[in-house]
Structure formats: C-alpha cells, structure tokens
C-alpha cells in the first residue's frame, strides 16, 4: 500500500486547508485512515482517523476544528482544519491500519510520507 499526501502549504493563522491522501496497491475499504502530525522537536501525535464505517475519531484538543472524511471508491481520505492556529504547524501523515480508528500509531501499517503545513501569524 502506498500512501500519498496532498494539500500542505503555507496559511495564515484563521485560515483553512484541506488535505487529502490517496491510496494505491492493495488497499482495502475496511481499513481505518488516520492523519497524524509531528512539529520539529516533538513525537509524533494524533489528530483523526475514519473507519470503514465512516466514524470519526478526533483528537480532543483540535476536534472543534477538524472534518474528516473518505471517498472509498476513490481510495482518498480527507481532513479539513479549520481556524488554523501558528501550533498547528507541523508535518501532516496519512496512515491505514486495519481497525477502528486507533489514535495510536503503533496500529497502523502504512504510511505516507507527509506534507508539510505552516501557519504563520
């Protein structure tokens, strides 16, 4: 499974992105999609996966501003942030693990190889 991530940039602090990962090989629509970040200096920590059900789990810190979503034909999954914060600035990676939408990262087995986000302010 190959994962690619897509839609990091350079925002204003109050803006918004939307990133998107799509993934090829041999994927599977019961697999769980998570996006996780790590700013310079810090471990790497969760900020939302989707199951195949579609539930969502959100970090509690940032769940007030994040929309995640997926496109299972199309083997893409979204996250949305809202109200972009100067801290939110880090390396964004998409993962796929069978499961439920751990927050963990030890549950996932692939990942992508993240795309950069910045908030200035």
């Known amino acids: 499974v190959q994962l690619v991530e897509s839609g990091g940039g350079l925002v204003q602090a109050g803006g918004s992105l939307r990133l998107s990962c799509v993934a090829s090989g041999r994927t599977t629509s019961v697999a769980a999609m998570a996006w996780f970040r790590q700013a310079p200096g810090k471990e790497r920590e969760f900020v939302a996966a989707?199951?195949?059900?579609?539930?969502?789990n959100y970090a509690d810190s940032m769940r007030d501003r994040l929309i995640i979503s997926r496109d299972i034909p199309a083997n893409t999954v979204y996250l949305q942030i809202l109200n972009l914060k100067p801290e939110d600035t880090a390396v964004y990676y998409c993962?796929?693990?069978?499961?439920?939408?751990?927050?963990?990262?030890?549950?996932?087995?692939?990942w992508g190889q993240g795309t950069q986000v910045t908030v200035s302010s």
């Open positions: 993962a796929e693990g069978l499961g439920w939408g751990s927050p963990q990262p030890k549950d996932y087995d692939y």
């Open positions: 989707i199951n195949w059900r579609h539930t969502p």
